[in-house]
């Protein structure tokens, strides 16, 4: 399937959202995904990431998650001052302004005549928390959140009773939960914590998935990469997306 892609930018209550849609070419309309970057913002693995998606007949709607704290269309580095920059980032944002972040992204793709109405999220690291999150919004009915970081801490700031996990029980679509046992930054007494608050929602739809690998295995870039997961976990999406947004 053929891909275009092309820029748009959103005004949100924080200033404006640069965001990169990558959809089919073709004139049909189509199911629409939020999809969450790594505190780096549109890298080139999240680029390949989002067109890859994309092929497989969406719309991939990529924000750059931090537009307040960078000039429009900065791309942190994979070194230790990207690193340090993304990070402090993302103790620096509020998490609720990442749900009016959702909503002009919402709003926008109510106006496409390409957008069939169907949306899901998808994300990797923290961009697996705003996955997360972005499943609060009523319209997200399907949501993959690869290694989500800081479901289980207060990193990123948030006022009380907004904490992502406080709120869990409002989603209501089906999540596709991935991660790293491997993973220095969710560790397995941290995920095992997790796993226990979803287990006691009634109701929560969620499938729950760890495997041998490492924090950032989906990154084709550096030595943590792993082709074989990627397959895995790509092979979940698209039969998660596949199943309730086509």
Not at 61 to 84: C, M, Q, S
């Amino acid at each position: 399937m053929l891909i275009t892609s092309e820029i748009v930018d959103l005004n949100t209550p924080t200033g404006v959202m640069r965001t990169y849609v990558h959809r089919p070419k073709h004139d049909g309309k189509v199911p629409a995904v939020l999809f969450y970057s790594e505190i780096f913002q549109q890298t080139g693995p999240i680029e390949r990431a989002a067109r890859f998606l994309a092929g497989h007949g969406y719309a991939v709607l990529v924000p750059e998650v931090f537009h307040e704290l960078n000039p429009i269309g900065t791309v942190l580095g994979y070194d230790d001052a990207g690193r340090d920059k993304g990070n402090a980032d993302k103790m620096a944002k509020d998490v609720q302004d990442y749900d009016t972040d959702n909503r002009a992204m919402i709003d926008f793709l109510n106006a496409q005549p390409w957008y069939d109405g169907n949306l899901g999220a998808a994300g990797f690291c923290i961009g697996g928390h705003l996955a997360f999150r972005a499943a609060l919004q009523p319209e997200v009915k399907a949501t993959a959140c690869f290694y989500a970081t800081d479901l289980h801490t207060n990193i990123i700031p948030n006022k009380p009773g907004q904490h992502s996990m406080d709120r869990v029980n409002e989603i209501k679509g089906e999540l596709l939960m991935i991660w790293g046992k491997q993973d220095p930054h969710i560790p397995g007494d941290k995920r095992a914590e997790l796993y226990n608050r979803f287990a006691a929602i009634p109701g929560l739809h969620y499938t729950w998935h760890e495997f041998n690998g490492q924090h950032a295995f989906m990154r084709d870039e550096g030595e943590r990469y792993d082709a074989q997961l990627v397959n895995i976990g790509y092979e979940l999406t698209l039969q998660m997306f596949g199943n309730v947004l086509k």
